[in-house]
Each structure stands twice: as structure tokens, then as C-alpha cells.
């Protein structure tokens, strides 16, 4: 199928100015009031960003409420069996030996051609994987033993038949048309491919997460099955493959009961496991710069992220109407002047606190308050006094330990040093010297000390050193010869990845598109809902309220596993080879990936991150060690006591992460923020007091800030101010002001074609098997060409007298004509 024929809808919910059609008057009144008290109300968020939640939630998001019936339905499966061999005794009773020959039991019955006794051998092999919960009494006994079943199961090969299993029930095709012609799709219709991939879920998120007591054995059980997973042993090609071609099939609704819940979560694992985590690319990132001869980083990026402390989100419209309200019946007074160098301490004041009410967020272009004509919150003669903040929730005392200064050291680019020195030369001598930056003769003193500031902070990244030897070698291929590829992970995934790229970059975002909260309900879109909903519809307000639940509950996990995985591989490819970063950012780009994440957040952005759609006394573990209280609609609305959604604004984050990676130094995908107007949107996302995902905000509007117009800087200086203090300085960037030479128009679409051109030479030298075609040597030899060994086809020897009668004997040769002249 060809990528066009999988094209993503284009977002067409999104009104002129970029926002979700709202309704005007009282309505659109009523939720600027919600907004502006939760946000006067919204506590700072304690998230701790990471590669994963913690192992329980994990796990326990594997299954869906729907699927709490199964639990004992595994354990009798297993019982029924183990009860004929064990003689009595229990699993935890068994020695080590007598557990390994158990497990081989069950690994030759699963050899059995009946699909009935095969799958009721595959759920005692999940009850295995699941801890054995029935004999056990706490749920740190249910992960100690799921552990060490899963380790054993590994060891005994179990690994292995289970994908030669999940390959037979892709390819059965019986399956997958009687599904195509159902009606409705439910759980019944994926319980073998559930269960398979629950055992291999298992077992890859158990082995993958490292402990401090492992067995030394365990430990070379991880290399070993994450080298396995890796490298093309399976049919020739990596495992992450196999779940990438699960997607696309289910994409192009050719098997719409694969359950895509588990198949994006084990996949997200995999590769997780395979390539590394975020701190195994910031490790893999120091050994590049060390091998390639460049400085090391300035600091390292997680640590200071994780030292930033969130900021006050900028005042709402309603905030600013009791403001006004208040300053009217009182007294008119204005704010004295602030010294400049109180921003420098940083950890002393809020970027967003003790502003001018002019510097209010919403622009004449957010207009979705729908009360313009009441109070125009840019009135330059009224200033508002801003009311005190709510009391912190810490105590003071922790602001000290916070660095003082601007949390990032900043970074000069090599063209950046280019530019000023030729405008330089421009202006005082007359002449430019190309790329020469070290002649500094006829230039002014401070152009001297200018240019050495500059170089003390240049950086120089992995990327650019990998784009200049691209171009070295496709200007002397012949010279340089074969380039050595490293074979890591990631060089193996992409070169089984790039045949198909485009589909499964399609088919990932088709996925998260119809996961999206703001998305509508279509008749033409996926169905995701295959692995959740039951075969019996709720008939009762209870049962109705727990599926409800467990639907969004699905849909979030599904957005979480998409964003992780997407992020992942933008990070990984980036740092393998810049221009496997480039192709699949374009494929993202041409797919609608920017307006489709705008879209996902011009929503109610607190409400989303702040969601309770989970049922702590149904998850797993908890559910099967337990006792299940009788549940009711109150304790169903209740939901947790946490304070946020870890998958939700961990989701948030990834997003906004993968946004700042299609726009960074693109200046024509920036174009395409400025255009869908994600300004408004971006800043709503700024009350969501945590300062990871405000950091990633904050970049996202930096860039767009010299596309917004002066009015546009004017009116939100408190966003201003928050960029200055937290995002890291370019020292000649012009961001603030807008007169920046890369922002002409005109060189939006070249920009986009010559990276285009990049990339397929890039492809051709590297990945094109008929590759160098045109310097490959000719033989002018008669002798050694007349010598060679032709392969012929069989029927040529039957028919070769025939042959040369047609093709030799009976063609005319005019042999005076090789004796004339050729013509001039």
C-alpha cells in the first residue's frame, strides 16, 4: 500500500484562528471562570520524568478491567494441569529442577496442533509470568516470584515458541476475515494474540528493568535476550519489526481484532530495551563526542531539567476582568520600576508574578474567550494590580539549593560565528571573506572581543560533523572508499524500518490521532476498542461507568506507548546518523504530525493531566492478592487520591518533545505553528505547573516569537520574560525582536526541497544496493570479456540453432558500411 493511500485526515476541527469551535456567550463565560480557578488553585506538580512509571503501573496497564475475569481463568488452566505432576505439593514449594522440567512440559505441549489444548497450555504459561498470585499473599510476592518464572521461562526457550506462535496467528487469514466481516469486535475475537503477547510483555518488561539483588546469571540473561531482540534472528529481521508490520495490518484494516494496546506496548518496551533508555543516550552521546574528537557537553540536560522549579502560569482573561473590577472601586496605583539585574536570580522570583496586567496572555489572535467587546486586557491606561499568590506548598528554604543564574550555559553554532563575522565585514571593510573566522584585520576592537565570546561558547554537535563527512564522501566516493557502518541497534532497525517507513510512521499516527481526547468519533476511523470492549455490552449505571472508564483508561495508554515511541526513535536516529533523523521527521511533517499534536492539546489541558479514568482496586496486582470490595458509582468517581496522571503528562511532555524536534532550526515547519495559530494553544498548556513540560512549551513559542509581530511580544511579556529565564541562549539570536535574516518568507519551500535532496543522495550512497553504478570499472579486454561465463536459461540450450538462425544467419550485414566514414 502506498503511503498516500494511508494519508492522516488533515485536522479540520481547528477554526480560523487555530482554536476548537467553542460556544459564545454565558457558556464560553462559565468555563473562563473554571479556568481561571483552577489555575489560580493549581498546585506544583511533583513528577519525576523517566523512561517508564514504575514497574506495578507498568505492568498493571497491560490489562484492561475488561480482562479481570481471565486472571482466574489462567490460574485454573494451570492448576488443572500442574495438580496431575506436582504430586501435591505447590509451585513455591518446588525445587529449581523440578520447576525446569515442568516448564519443559509445557513447552513440547505447546507444540500440539489442537488450537484449544494449546492456548489453555499458553495461559498457564501467563499465570506463570503473572507470579503464581494464588499463592501468594502481598503483591511484593507476586512481583518477586513473576520474576523469577519469567527469568526461568527465558532460560527454557519459551521466548522463542511463543513468536513462532504469534507468526502463525498473524499470517492466519481465516482470523482475520472473519473479523473483517463481524459487526463488532470484541475481546473474544484476540484471546490467543492477547495472551501470547502478555507472556511476551511480561517478560521483556521483567527482564528489561535491572535490580540491585539479580543473579549474576540474570544478569547475562539481560544481554543476551536484549542482543536477541535486537539483531535480525528472527526470520531475518529484528522483533520490533514483526509488531511494526501488526500496526500497519491493523492500520489498513485488514485485521481489526489485533489488540493494538498490546502490540504499541510491547513494541515501545522492545525498542526501549533494545537501543536504551534516555540515559543511555545521554551516555552513548558523551562516548560519540569523545570518539569523534569534540568537547564535552556543557552540562548534562536531565539534571538541569530535573533542578528547574515550574513557574506561576500568566494571568486568564477572567483573572484580569476581577482585577479590573477591583482596581475601579479602588485606587489607581502604579507598580514602581524593577532593576534589570533582579533577573539574574533566577530562583528569587516567579517569571510570571508582579507584571503589568498589559502583559496579559490572550492577543488579538486568541480570541476564544468570546468577550473582546467587554474589556480589552491590552488597555494601556488602566494598570492592574495583580492579586498575591496562593501560599507555597513547600517551604521556602528549598529555593536555596536551586543555582542561581540561567540554568543553561549558551551555545554559538559555527554558521552563527559566519554570519556575524560577514556582516561585520560588510559594514566596516566592504568585502566578506567567506568562511574565514579567524581573519580579523580591519575590524574594530569590539568586534575582536565579540568574536572571541563567541568562540568560547561554540558548540559544535554530533550532527554537523556527520553532514560535512556526508559531504565529503559524496563528493570523493572513489578516494574515501566504503564507509564503516557500526552495526548498533538502531542501524539495524532503520535499515529494516526504511522499505516501509513511511506506512508505519502513517500508521502510528492514524493510531494516535484516533486515540487523541479532542478526536470525534467517525465512521470511516480505526477501531481501537477490539481488546477492550466485552462481548456482552453493561446492561446496568455501574457496569456502564466502569467501562467508560476503562475505554479512555485505553486510550490513554495508547497515546503514552505512541509518544514514547515516536520520541524514542527521533533520539536514537538522530544520534546514529542526522539524516535518519531527517527522513523520518519528514515522513512526520508530510504526515500532518504538527497540527495533529496541536490538535491533542487545544484541549482543557489541566482537566486531561488531572484525569482519574483508573480503578486502583482493579489493577494488577492488587486485584488478585486482594479482596474486591463490593464497587459503586461514588468510589468509581472518586478514582485515586493522586494528584496528576503520571501517563498523562508524561504523554504531554513526549509530545511537546517530539514537536521541538520537527521545528528546531526548521524554519518552514515553524511557519506551520505560526499558521495554525499554536500560540494560544501552547499557552494554555503553561498552567500546568510542572517545569519539564512548561520548559518544552516555553521553546516551542520562542521560535515562533520573531514570525508574531511586535504587538504579539508587546502583550506577552510575562511569556517573554519565562523564555529568557528558563530556555538556553543562542548569543546572537534575535529571537526577541524578529529581525533575524532567516525569516524571510521565500525560503521556506527551498529549505524543505534542499533537505529532501540530502536525504535521497544520503539513501542512495548508503542503503542503495545497485549503489556507485557509474564508477564501477570497465573491462576492455576482448579476450577477458569474450571469457566470462554467461548464466543461461535452461530452454536456451533446446533452442539455440533456432536462435542463431533468427538472430544471426538471417540478419543482413552491410559490411561496406563499417568501411565509410562516419558522418560528422
Given amino acids: 500500500m502506498q503511503a498516500e493511500d494511508m494519508e492522516v485526515p488533515f485536522i479540520n476541527n481547528l477554526n480560523d484562528n487555530g482554536d476548537r469551535q467553542r460556544p459564545k456567550g454565558k457558556d464560553v463565560f462559565k468555563d473562563q471562570q473554571k479556568e481561571s480557578e483552577s489555575s489560580m488553585e493549581s498546585p506544583n506538580l511533583e513528577f519525576e520524568y523517566g523512561d517508564t512509571d514504575t514497574l506495578t503501573a507498568e505492568l498493571s496497564e497491560l490489562y484492561s478491567y475488561t480482562e479481570e475475569p481471565e486472571f482466574a481463568l489462567n490460574r485454573d488452566y494451570f492448576e488443572e494441569d500442574f495438580r496431575t505432576h506436582s504430586g501435591g505439593r505447590r509451585w513455591t514449594e518446588l525445587t529449581v529442577d523440578e520447576q525446569r522440567a515442568y516448564v519443559m512440559r509445557l513447552l513440547d505441549a505447546l507444540e500440539v496442533t489442537d488450537r484449544d489444548k494449546r492456548l489453555k497450555v499458553a495461559r498457564a504459561i501467563l499465570y506463570l509470568a503473572q507470579g503464581v498470585f494464588d499463592e501468594c499473599d502481598t503483591e511484593g510476592d507476586v512481583l518477586h516470584w513473576s520474576r523469577h518464572n519469567v527469568f526461568l521461562l527465558y532460560d527454557m526457550g519459551i521466548f522463542t515458541a511463543l513468536l513462532e506462535l504469534l507468526s502463525m496467528e498473524i499470517d492466519n487469514n481465516q482470523a482475520c476475515s472473519s473479523a473483517v466481516r463481524k459487526p463488532a469486535?470484541?475481546?473474544?475475537?484476540?484471546?490467543?494474540?492477547?495472551?501470547?503477547?502478555?507472556?511476551?510483555?511480561?517478560m521483556v518488561e521483567t527482564i528489561r528493568v535491572q535490580t540491585e539483588d539479580d543473579q549474576p546469571e540474570w544478569r547475562a540473561a539481560r544481554e543476551a535476550f536484549k542482543t536477541e531482540l535486537g539483531s535480525p534472528l528472527y526470520s531475518g529481521e529484528p522483533f520490533a519489526l514483526l509488531l511494526f508490520t501488526m500496526v500497519t495490518k491493523f492500520c489498513s484494516m485488514n485485521a481489526p481484532h489485533f489488540p493494538m494496546k498490546k502490540v504499541l506496548l510491547l513494541l515501545w518496551k522492545t525498542l526501549l530495551f533494545t537501543m536504551g533508555g534516555f540515559q543511555e543516550l545521554q551516555e552513548m552521546k558523551v562516548r560519540s563526542r569523545e570518539r569523534l574528537n569534540l568537547p564535552p557537553l556543557p552540562e548534562d540536560s536531565i539534571k538541569v531539567v530535573?533542578?528547574?522549579?515550574?513557574?506561576?502560569?500568566?494571568?486568564?482573561?477572567?483573572?484580569?476582568?476581577?482585577?479590573q473590577q477591583q482596581q475601579k472601586r479602588g485606587r489607581r496605583s502604579r507598580r514602581p520600576l524593577v532593576k534589570q539585574d533582579s533577573l539574574d536570580t533566577y530562583n528569587e522570583r516567579d517569571p510570571f508574578k508582579n507584571d503589568d496586567a498589559r502583559d496579559e496572555e490572550d492577543d488579538p489572535e486568541d480570541t476564544d474567550s468570546g468577550i473582546e467587546g467587554e474589556v480589552d486586557p491590552l488597555d494601556r491606561d488602566v494598570i492592574i494590580q495583580p492579586t498575591p499568590p496562593p501560599p507555597p506548598l513547600k517551604p521556602p528554604t528549598e529555593r536555596v539549593n536551586f543555582p542561581k543564574g540561567l540554568p543553561w550555559a549558551p551555545k554559538v553554532r559555527e554558521k552563527d560565528i559566519e554570519h556575524f563575522l560577514e556582516t561585520s565585514r560588510n559594514k566596516f571593510i566592504g568585502f566578506t571573506l567567506g568562511n574565514d573566522t579567524e581573519t580579523l584585520v580591519g575590524l574594530p576592537r569590539p568586534i575582536h572581543e565579540s568574536v572571541k565570546t563567541l568562540k568560547q561558547h561554540k558548540y559544535v554537535s554530533i550532527a554537523e560533523v556527520q553532514i560535512k563527512r556526508e559531504e565529503e564522501l559524496q563528493q570523493c566516493p572513489l578516494t574515501l572508499g566504503e564507509e564503516e557502518v557500526e552495526e548498533t541497534p538502531a542501524e539495524i532497525l532503520y535499515v529494516g524500518m526504511l522499505p516501509n517507513l513511511s506506512q508505519y510512521v502513517i500508521a502510528l499516527l492514524k493510531l494516535l490521532l484516533a486515540a487523541a481526547p479532542t478526536s470525534k468519533a467517525k465512521t470511516d476511523s480505526i477501531n481501537i476498542l477490539a481488546d477492550v470492549l466485552p462481548e456482552e455490552m453493561p446492561i446496568t449505571v455501574l457496569q456502564s461507568m466502569k467501562l467508560g472508564i476503562d475505554v479512555n483508561r485505553h486510550k490513554e495508554i495508547i497515546v503514552k506507548a505512541i509518544s514514547a515511541?515516536?520520541?524514542?526513535?527521533?533520539?536514537?536516529?538522530?544520534?546514529?546518523?542526522?539524516?535518519?533523523?531527517?527522513?523520518?521527521?519528514?515522513?512526520?511533517?508530510?504526515?500532518?504530525?504538527?497540527?495533529?499534536?496541536?490538535?491533542?492539546?487545544?484541549?482543557?489541558?489541566?482537566?486531561?493531566?488531572?484525569?482519574?479514568?483508573?480503578?486502583?482496586?482493579?489493577?494488577?496486582?492488587?486485584?488478585?492478592?486482594?479482596?474486591?470490595?463490593?464497587?459503586?458509582?461514588?468510589?468509581?468517581?472518586?478514582?485515586?487520591?493522586?494528584?496528576?496522571?503520571?501517563?498523562?503528562?508524561f504523554s504531554c511532555i513526549n509530545l511537546l518533545r517530539i514537536l521541538n524536534k520537527l521545528t528546531k532550526w526548521k524554519h518552514s515547519r515553524t511557519m506551520m505553528l505560526v499558521v495554525f495559530k499554536s500560540a494560544p494553544i501552547l499557552k494554555r498548556a503553561l498552567k500546568v505547573k510542572q517545569a519539564m513540560m512548561q520548559l518544552y512549551v516555553l521553546k516551542l513559542l520562542k521560535i515562533q516569537t520573531k514570525y508574531l509581530g511586535r504587538q504579539w511580544r508587546k502583550s506577552n511579556m510575562k511569556t517573554m520574560s519565562a523564555i529568557y529565564q528558563k530556555v538556553r541562549h543562542r548569543l546572537n539570536d534575535d529571537w526577541a525582536y524578529g529581525n533575524d535574516i532567516d525569516a524571510r518568507p521565500w525560503d521556506f519551500q527551498a529549505e524543505e526541497c534542499a533537505l529532501r535532496e540530502s536525504i535521497e543522495r544520503f539513501s542512495s550512497r548508503r542503503y542503495d544496493r545497485n549503489k556507485n553504478g557509474d564508477f564501477t570499472p570497465v573491462d576492455n579486454c576482448l579476450q577477458s570479456v569474450l571469457g566470462q561465463r554467461v548464466e543461461l536459461p535452461e530452454d536456451f540450450h533446446y533452442s539455440y540453432e533456432m536462435w542463431l538462425e533468427r538472430e544471426v544467419f538471417s540478419q543482413p550485414i552491410q559490411w561496406e558500411g563499417l568501411l565509410q566514414d562516419p558522418k560528422p
Fill in 185 to 202: 469486535i470484541s475481546l473474544a475475537d484476540s484471546t490467543e494474540l492477547r495472551v501470547l503477547l502478555s507472556i511476551m510483555y511480561l
Fill in 306 to 323: 530535573r533542578a528547574m522549579r515550574a513557574a506561576s502560569p500568566p494571568a486568564t482573561a477572567m483573572e484580569l476582568i476581577e482585577q
Fill in 565 to 649: 515511541l515516536l520520541l524514542l526513535l527521533l533520539k536514537h536516529f538522530k544520534l546514529n546518523h542526522i539524516y535518519q533523523f531527517e527522513i523520518v521527521s519528514q515522513h512526520l511533517v508530510f504526515a500532518n504530525c504538527i497540527p495533529l499534536i496541536l490538535k491533542f492539546f487545544n484541549q482543557n489541558i489541566m482537566s486531561y493531566i488531572s484525569a482519574k479514568n483508573s480503578i486502583c482496586v482493579l489493577d494488577f496486582p492488587h486485584c488478585v492478592v486482594h479482596e474486591m470490595p463490593e464497587l459503586t458509582a461514588e468510589s468509581l468517581e472518586a478514582g485515586d487520591a493522586n494528584q496528576f496522571c503520571w501517563r498523562n503528562l
